[in-house]
Protein backbone atom coordinates (compact mmCIF):
# COMPACT_ATOMS: atom_id res chain seq x y z
CA UNK A 1 0.00 0.00 0.00
CA UNK A 2 1.46 3.48 -1.01
CA UNK A 3 1.64 6.19 1.39
CA UNK A 4 2.35 9.94 1.54
CA UNK A 5 4.47 11.63 3.12
CA UNK A 6 4.31 15.53 3.78
CA UNK A 7 7.23 18.01 5.46
CA UNK A 8 4.92 20.90 6.20
CA UNK A 9 7.57 24.28 7.40
CA UNK A 10 6.85 27.89 7.72
CA UNK A 11 10.65 27.90 6.61
CA UNK A 12 12.23 26.22 3.61
CA UNK A 13 11.75 22.24 4.80
CA UNK A 14 14.70 21.16 5.10
CA UNK A 15 14.61 20.13 9.02
CA UNK A 16 11.44 18.33 8.78
CA UNK A 17 12.50 16.86 5.28
CA UNK A 18 15.63 15.73 6.64
CA UNK A 19 14.30 14.10 9.93
CA UNK A 20 10.96 12.89 8.47
CA UNK A 21 13.16 10.73 5.98
CA UNK A 22 15.63 9.57 8.36
CA UNK A 23 12.66 8.21 10.42
CA UNK A 24 10.80 6.60 7.12
CA UNK A 25 13.97 5.23 6.58
CA UNK A 26 14.16 2.23 9.67
CA UNK A 27 11.09 1.26 8.12
CA UNK A 28 12.08 -1.37 4.85
CA UNK A 29 9.61 -1.84 2.43
CA UNK A 30 7.36 0.93 2.47
CA UNK A 31 6.34 2.46 -0.65
CA UNK A 32 6.15 6.09 -0.13
CA UNK A 33 5.87 9.40 -2.28
CA UNK A 34 7.25 12.49 -0.49
CA UNK A 35 5.87 16.11 -0.57
CA UNK A 36 7.63 19.04 0.63
CA UNK A 37 5.74 22.07 1.51
CA UNK A 38 7.37 24.66 2.14
CA UNK A 39 7.04 28.15 3.23
CA UNK A 40 3.50 27.34 5.04
CA UNK A 41 3.34 30.66 7.31
CA UNK A 42 -0.02 32.23 6.39
CA UNK A 43 -3.75 31.11 7.47
CA UNK A 44 -4.37 30.24 3.33
CA UNK A 45 -1.87 28.38 2.52
CA UNK A 46 -2.04 26.45 6.06
CA UNK A 47 -5.85 25.45 4.78
CA UNK A 48 -4.35 24.72 1.20
CA UNK A 49 -1.78 22.07 2.73
CA UNK A 50 -4.76 20.92 4.82
CA UNK A 51 -7.01 20.33 0.93
CA UNK A 52 -3.84 18.81 -0.50
CA UNK A 53 -3.35 16.57 2.63
CA UNK A 54 -6.81 14.99 2.56
CA UNK A 55 -7.06 14.89 -1.38
CA UNK A 56 -3.86 12.39 -0.57
CA UNK A 57 -6.12 10.78 2.02
CA UNK A 58 -8.71 10.00 0.04
CA UNK A 59 -6.09 8.75 -3.10
CA UNK A 60 -3.96 6.58 -0.94
CA UNK A 61 -6.69 5.21 1.33
CA UNK A 62 -4.94 5.90 4.22
CA UNK A 63 -3.81 9.29 6.44
CA UNK A 64 -0.48 10.70 5.39
CA UNK A 65 2.15 11.35 7.74
CA UNK A 66 3.17 15.11 8.61
CA UNK A 67 6.16 15.96 9.74
CA UNK A 68 5.67 19.56 10.59
CA UNK A 69 8.12 22.31 11.82
CA UNK A 70 6.20 24.90 11.76
CA UNK A 71 6.09 27.53 14.35
CA UNK A 72 2.76 29.60 14.80
CA UNK A 73 -0.17 27.31 17.14
CA UNK A 74 -2.66 28.84 15.12
CA UNK A 75 -1.55 27.56 11.83
CA UNK A 76 -0.47 24.04 12.94
CA UNK A 77 -4.03 23.69 14.92
CA UNK A 78 -5.39 24.62 11.11
CA UNK A 79 -2.87 21.32 9.82
CA UNK A 80 -4.32 19.39 12.77
CA UNK A 81 -7.70 19.45 11.15
CA UNK A 82 -6.33 17.42 8.05
CA UNK A 83 -6.53 13.41 7.99
CA UNK A 84 -3.07 13.43 8.34
CA UNK A 85 -1.14 11.87 11.05
CA UNK A 86 0.74 14.89 12.63
CA UNK A 87 4.49 14.12 14.08
CA UNK A 88 5.11 17.74 15.35
CA UNK A 89 9.06 18.05 15.42
CA UNK A 90 9.70 21.01 17.78
CA UNK A 91 6.89 20.52 20.14
CA UNK A 92 8.70 16.82 20.18
CA UNK A 93 12.06 18.53 21.32
CA UNK A 94 11.30 21.65 22.92
CA UNK A 95 8.94 20.80 26.06
CA UNK A 96 11.89 18.93 27.17
CA UNK A 97 14.64 21.04 26.68
CA UNK A 98 12.71 23.79 28.11
CA UNK A 99 12.57 21.46 31.09
CA UNK A 100 16.33 20.98 30.93
CA UNK A 101 17.06 24.74 30.28
CA UNK A 102 14.95 26.13 32.86
CA UNK A 103 13.66 28.45 30.14
CA UNK A 104 10.41 29.24 27.87
CA UNK A 105 12.15 28.89 24.29
CA UNK A 106 11.15 32.01 22.22
CA UNK A 107 9.34 29.62 19.71
CA UNK A 108 9.57 32.31 16.91
CA UNK A 109 9.37 31.82 12.87
CA UNK A 110 12.77 32.31 11.77
CA UNK A 111 14.16 32.27 15.00
CA UNK A 112 16.82 29.31 14.64
CA UNK A 113 18.14 30.61 10.78
CA UNK A 114 18.37 34.61 12.65
CA UNK A 115 20.66 33.53 15.52
CA UNK A 116 22.86 30.98 13.26
CA UNK A 117 22.52 33.21 9.72
CA UNK A 118 26.31 32.46 9.36
CA UNK A 119 26.10 28.65 9.72
CA UNK A 120 22.76 28.23 7.81
CA UNK A 121 23.96 30.31 4.66
CA UNK A 122 27.02 27.46 4.59
CA UNK A 123 24.97 24.80 4.75
CA UNK A 124 22.85 26.44 2.30
CA UNK A 125 25.90 26.85 -0.10
CA UNK A 126 26.96 23.29 0.86
CA UNK A 127 23.64 22.05 -0.81
CA UNK A 128 23.96 23.72 -3.65
CA UNK A 129 27.60 22.10 -4.14
CA UNK A 130 26.45 18.42 -3.49
CA UNK A 131 23.33 19.01 -6.44
CA UNK A 132 26.01 20.61 -8.59
CA UNK A 133 28.03 18.21 -8.17
CA UNK A 134 26.28 14.74 -7.91
CA UNK A 135 27.45 12.27 -10.28
CA UNK A 136 30.00 13.23 -11.45
CA UNK A 137 28.07 16.27 -13.10
CA UNK A 138 30.84 19.06 -12.73
CA UNK A 139 34.95 17.74 -12.38
CA UNK A 140 35.83 21.28 -12.23
CA UNK A 141 34.36 22.21 -9.07
CA UNK A 142 36.27 19.76 -7.33
CA UNK A 143 38.87 21.81 -5.98
CA UNK A 144 36.47 23.39 -3.78
CA UNK A 145 35.37 19.37 -2.16
CA UNK A 146 35.94 18.86 1.51
CA UNK A 147 35.35 15.37 0.44
CA UNK A 148 34.48 13.26 -2.75
CA UNK A 149 32.41 10.00 -2.57
CA UNK A 150 33.07 7.02 -4.90
CA UNK A 151 31.68 4.07 -5.58
CA UNK A 152 29.06 1.95 -8.22
CA UNK A 153 26.00 2.78 -9.25
CA UNK A 154 23.02 3.27 -6.34
CA UNK A 155 25.54 2.76 -2.78
CA UNK A 156 24.56 5.90 -1.42
CA UNK A 157 26.80 9.02 -2.83
CA UNK A 158 24.11 11.17 -3.37
CA UNK A 159 21.90 10.87 0.22
CA UNK A 160 25.25 11.15 2.04
CA UNK A 161 26.38 13.96 0.21
CA UNK A 162 22.95 16.07 0.69
CA UNK A 163 23.16 14.99 4.73
CA UNK A 164 26.77 16.08 4.73
CA UNK A 165 25.73 19.54 3.62
CA UNK A 166 22.34 20.03 5.12
CA UNK A 167 23.49 18.97 8.97
CA UNK A 168 26.82 20.42 8.98
CA UNK A 169 27.84 22.13 5.70
CA UNK A 170 30.23 20.15 4.17
CA UNK A 171 31.09 20.40 0.46
CA UNK A 172 30.63 16.94 -0.40
CA UNK A 173 31.21 15.90 -4.12
CA UNK A 174 30.16 12.49 -5.39
CA UNK A 175 31.43 10.24 -8.84
CA UNK A 176 30.26 7.12 -9.97
CA UNK A 177 32.66 4.49 -10.47
CA UNK A 178 30.77 3.11 -14.21
CA UNK A 179 31.30 -0.25 -15.74
CA UNK A 180 33.76 1.29 -17.78
CA UNK A 181 35.88 2.44 -15.64
CA UNK A 182 36.27 -0.87 -13.40
CA UNK A 183 37.26 -3.05 -16.79
CA UNK A 184 40.36 -0.11 -17.42
CA UNK A 185 40.93 -0.97 -14.06
CA UNK A 186 42.34 2.71 -12.86
CA UNK A 187 40.91 5.77 -11.50
CA UNK A 188 38.88 8.45 -13.53
CA UNK A 189 41.03 11.57 -14.48
CA UNK A 190 38.64 13.78 -13.20
CA UNK A 191 39.44 12.27 -10.24
CA UNK A 192 43.59 11.98 -10.32
CA UNK A 193 44.55 15.30 -8.46
CA UNK A 194 42.40 14.92 -6.14
CA UNK A 195 42.98 11.44 -4.37
CA UNK A 196 43.88 12.95 -0.81
CA UNK A 197 39.80 13.91 -0.75
CA UNK A 198 38.69 10.41 -2.08
CA UNK A 199 36.35 8.40 0.07
CA UNK A 200 34.66 5.10 -1.30
CA UNK A 201 31.49 3.36 -0.60
CA UNK A 202 30.32 -0.24 -1.05
CA UNK A 203 27.63 -2.70 -0.36
CA UNK A 204 26.43 -6.03 -0.14
CA UNK A 205 25.89 -7.72 -4.00
CA UNK A 206 22.77 -8.47 -2.58
CA UNK A 207 21.72 -5.50 -0.96
CA UNK A 208 22.86 -3.36 -4.26
CA UNK A 209 20.73 -6.16 -6.39
CA UNK A 210 17.97 -5.18 -4.64
CA UNK A 211 17.84 -1.33 -4.60
CA UNK A 212 18.78 -1.59 -8.49
CA UNK A 213 15.57 -3.86 -8.97
CA UNK A 214 13.69 -1.00 -7.57
CA UNK A 215 14.77 1.53 -10.30
CA UNK A 216 15.18 -1.06 -13.10
CA UNK A 217 13.60 -4.52 -12.63
CA UNK A 218 14.79 -7.45 -14.27
CA UNK A 219 17.52 -5.94 -15.79
CA UNK A 220 21.66 -6.39 -16.17
CA UNK A 221 22.15 -3.91 -13.86
CA UNK A 222 20.02 -5.29 -11.20
CA UNK A 223 21.69 -8.79 -11.66
CA UNK A 224 22.90 -10.15 -8.44
CA UNK A 225 26.40 -11.07 -10.80
CA UNK A 226 26.25 -8.02 -12.22
CA UNK A 227 26.18 -6.76 -8.48
CA UNK A 228 29.14 -9.15 -7.41
CA UNK A 229 31.03 -7.97 -9.95
CA UNK A 230 30.79 -4.42 -9.53
CA UNK A 231 31.66 -4.82 -5.73
CA UNK A 232 34.76 -6.93 -6.25
CA UNK A 233 36.09 -4.83 -8.39
CA UNK A 234 35.22 -1.44 -6.90
CA UNK A 235 36.83 -2.47 -3.83
CA UNK A 236 40.31 -4.03 -5.64
CA UNK A 237 40.46 -0.78 -6.97
CA UNK A 238 39.85 1.07 -3.76
CA UNK A 239 42.85 -1.09 -2.38
CA UNK A 240 44.95 -0.44 -4.94
CA UNK A 241 44.58 3.22 -4.39
CA UNK A 242 44.39 2.93 -0.82
CA UNK A 243 41.47 4.73 -1.21
CA UNK A 244 39.66 4.49 2.19
CA UNK A 245 36.15 3.14 2.10
CA UNK A 246 33.42 1.72 3.89
CA UNK A 247 30.09 -0.80 3.96
CA UNK A 248 26.79 1.04 3.61
CA UNK A 249 24.60 -1.74 3.69
CA UNK A 250 23.86 -2.33 7.38
CA UNK A 251 24.63 1.65 7.92
CA UNK A 252 22.09 5.01 8.23
CA UNK A 253 23.18 7.95 6.18
CA UNK A 254 23.59 9.86 9.45
CA UNK A 255 26.70 6.94 10.42
CA UNK A 256 28.06 6.81 7.04
CA UNK A 257 28.12 10.58 7.51
CA UNK A 258 30.04 10.83 10.58
CA UNK A 259 32.19 7.51 9.97
CA UNK A 260 33.30 9.65 6.71
CA UNK A 261 33.98 12.74 9.06
CA UNK A 262 36.12 10.89 11.05
CA UNK A 263 38.24 9.14 8.82
CA UNK A 264 38.88 12.84 6.58
CA UNK A 265 39.11 14.72 9.65
CA UNK A 266 36.60 17.00 8.33
CA UNK A 267 34.97 19.73 10.94
CA UNK A 268 31.65 20.29 10.15
CA UNK A 269 30.53 24.30 9.83
CA UNK A 270 27.42 22.96 11.99
CA UNK A 271 28.60 24.98 15.27
Known sequence: MKRTAFFVSDGTGITAETLGEALLAQFEGLEMEFVRMPYVDTEEKARAAVERIDAAALRDAAPPLIFDTVVDRHLRQILGTSRGNMFDIFATFLAPLEQALGKPSSFTVGGFHHTQHHQYHQRIDAIHYAMANDDGASGSEYAKADVILVGVSRSGKTPSCVYLAMQFGVHAANYPITEDDLDRGRLPAALGPYQDRLFGLSIDPERLASIRHERKPDSRYASLRQ???????VEGLF??????FLNTTQMSVEEISTRVMMEKGIQGRKR
Request: glycine share 0%; aromatic share 0%; with cysteine.
Open 239 to 244: RRHRIP
Open 227 to 233: CEDEVRQ
